[in-house]
């Protein structure tokens, strides 16, 4: 997954998550993972009203 796939794909999830359209991604975190689990990310981003908010978002493979 390029770099675009995966920006893509944290703003779907947390436009999702919030109802609406968030802005800029300030930060993404992994976090530790266990072999066939998940990939998770802690991601900050302002919210509409300016507040910034911390999601944990989960990455999984279907197959």
């Known amino acids: ?4 796939e995966l920006r893509a794909l944290i703003h779907k999830d947390l436009n999702a998550q919030a109802g609406t359209q968030c802005r800029d991604i300030l930060t993404v975190e992994p976090i530790l993972t266990v072999p066939g689990e998940p990939v998770r990310l802690r991601v900050q981003a302002p919210d509409p ?13 279907e197959r």
């Open 1 to 4: 997954m390029n770099p675009i």
């Open 49 to 61: 009203m300016g507040a910034i908010r911390t999601d944990l978002i989960e990455i999984s493979e």
